[in-house]
């Protein structure tokens, strides 16, 4: 643990001391870093909810490995951008880094992997509780391996001062139908609303998921 801890160190002060460093570099590492505490601490409690047992070490472990897992995503996109603000276009929403991507898939998963489970017992007319467990516990994995493949492999990142790939047209949405004269329309768009909550001791971020059931894009 130790001799995590001092690469650790000596890895931030590389970092915060290079010629790079800057507002928009702290902001992506914490962001990052953040968000991989999060969804550690989502698939940890995945893992309780599949095992079906008390036991908080797999939380315990999710929250630390996903804080490395974030600080590791930091470094990438630290890499990838030299401390310039990006925007990160995903399947289903777009972010202002890579791990944003990620947790919003793992949201997306277990969400999906409720409603999944919960019809599957109301036809077996078994538990709903059950289904939500096990379901959003899967789901929540199933979510966290997609969002991997989406960030990394996908998704597409803009980045100011380099060359941008061509950004679709089409509204965002699980379905979504284009016409000729460049119009559109989706169904079912999942969003994650970000908020903070101001206090005299912290500042908290909170993150509100949502759904958005129909949206339009009109070009003029």
Known sequence: MQKITTVLIVFLTLIFSSNFAKGQTIELLAGNTLNGTVNGTLLGGAVMGLTNDSDFAPLRVGVGLGTLYGIGIGAYDISQTNGSAMIVTGTFNDGNNSSIIV????????????VIASSVMLIANEPIVKGLQYGASAGAIAGFGFGIVDSFIISDRIIPGATASTTSNTTDGIIAVSFENGNSIGFVSPLLFTSFDISEDN????????IQLVNFRINL
Do not use: E, Q, W
């Not at 947790?103 to 409720?114: K, R």
């Not at 500042?203 to 949502?210: A, G, V």
């Open 203 to 210: 500042i908290r971020r909170k993150f509100t998921p949502s």
């Open 103 to 114: 947790l919003l898939d793992t949201f997306y998963g277990a969400a999906a992997g409720s």
